[in-house]
């Protein structure tokens, strides 16, 4: 027999949430400018097509490009790191090659930036390569011509380097004391007499930006509290994109946010940010990125391969277990734009097989 007060109250469950998911989903588009718009229809055979025939060569060519740099990052991120003659003609060249990667495809490389780190690694090496993949799909999407982009990537590659003499604090389990914290704002500074060296190799823009990439538009960063257009652009892209790698990982004192999570504070501290960045952040990175898997609220998981950018909240999901936690033969496409109600609970941990209640 039909339980209708058990029926009345999923369906007020289900109100609630797409009430308060359309509430959401009208402040990111204000806050971006943008108004909503009737999405634009999605032909779901051509995603399909289009994943199977390029998402194993582009894996396999991110995959390939993403060591390269963090074998590069393991070689500079280290306590007796010192500059030698060369290393920014060597960091040169593997910008280029990624740059090159991101312009024909980004969904290998946002994959990789969405999973946890290693278990038991070091993470200050994964970070500075994930900010520098970020940054530059930001740069891409602002157009910024090869040299540019060159002096973006760089930039972003060796944005840290002067936490190389502070190793001990970032890697501690513990919220860091107020003196601990203000030793870690010298870094900006420490980086500045690490690159000494490497005058006449490393463009005074690249400087700037790595010195300057924890100021904020609204004065409240450091090292020297700089505002508005006292900040390089480079920097403001370094800054916006380190600062959302670093919340969607998790860290030894704190665990990881969700993208829903990371893009609700930005937009809370906008004023520390250029608007145009956050919006570009939004649209190719994404509330829900390509290839992060997420729980829908009939319990089925998958992974998201195509965002809808006038309704963040409601991309397209390729399910590939059902609710009882059983692989499907035949992935199912689900349009979150055009089921309403049908939506992302939850950002799952790993991929894997779901655990069974």
């Known amino acids: 027999m039909l339980n209708l007060s058990s029926i009345l109250k999923k369906y007020r469950q289900k109100k609630l949430q797409l009430d308060s998911e359309k509430k959401v989903n009208e402040e990111i588009l204000e806050e971006l400018g943008m108004k909503e718009e009737e999405s634009q229809k999605i032909e779901l055979s051509s995603v399909i097509?289009?994943?199977?025939?390029?998402?194993?060569?582009?894996?396999?060519?991110?995959?390939?490009?993403?060591?390269?740099?963090?074998?590069?990052?393991?070689?500079?991120?280290?306590?007796?790191?010192?500059?030698?003659?060369?290393?920014?003609?060597?960091i040169n060249s593997l910008i280029t090659k990624l740059?090159?990667?991101l312009s024909n495809d980004q969904?290998?490389?946002?994959?990789?930036f969405l999973h946890d780190y290693p278990s038991g690694q070091e993470y200050l090496c994964f970070h500075v390569v994930n900010t520098c993949v970020i940054s530059l799909i930001i740069g891409i999407s602002l157009g910024y011509d090869s040299t540019r982009l060159s002096e973006l990537g760089t930039a972003a590659f060796l944005h840290d380097v002067g936490i190389i003499k502070y190793l001990d604090?970032?890697?501690?389990k513990k919220i860091l004391h107020e003196e601990e914290y203000a030793k870690i704002k010298k870094h900006p500074k420490t980086s500045l007499e690490i690159l000494k060296s490497a005058q006449g190799e490393i463009a005074q823009d690249i400087i700037d930006a790595i010195m300057q990439e924890h100021e904020r538009l609204d004065g409240s960063g450091y090292p020297q509290g700089l505002k508005d257009k006292q900040i390089s652009e480079l920097a403001q892209i370094i800054g916006l994109a380190d600062l959302y790698e670093a919340m969607?990982?998790?860290?030894?004192?704190?665990?990881k946010f969700s993208p829903l999570e990371t893009v609700k504070l930005i937009l809370n501290n906008k004023s520390a940010f250029d608007c145009r960045i956050i919006k570009i952040l939004i649209e190719k990175i994404g509330i829900f990125p390509i290839g992060v898997l997420v729980r829908l609220n009939t319990?089925?998981?998958g992974t998201v391969i195509k965002e809808n950018p006038r309704l963040p909240l409601r991309p397209v999901v390729n399910v590939f277990y059902d609710a009882a936690g059983k692989q499907l033969k035949d992935h199912k496409l689900i349009d979150l734009s055009v089921n309403p109600m049908?939506?992302?609970?939850?950002?799952?941990?790993?991929?894997?097989?779901?655990?069974?209640?």
């Open 169 to 172: 604090l970032i890697y501690k």
């Open 107 to 112: 969904k290998g490389f946002l994959r990789i």
């Open 99 to 101: 740059t090159s990667s």
């Open 248 to 255: 969607v990982h998790q860290r030894p004192y704190r665990n």
């Open 342 to 357: 049908i939506f992302i609970e939850e950002c799952m941990e790993c991929v894997g097989p779901p655990q069974k209640k």
């Open 299 to 301: 319990q089925e998981i």
């Open 49 to 90: 097509k289009n994943d199977a025939q390029n998402d194993d060569v582009n894996a396999k060519e991110a995959r390939i490009i993403y060591d390269e740099l963090l074998a590069k990052a393991k070689d500079i991120y280290q306590t007796n790191f010192s500059y030698k003659p060369g290393l920014a003609k060597e």
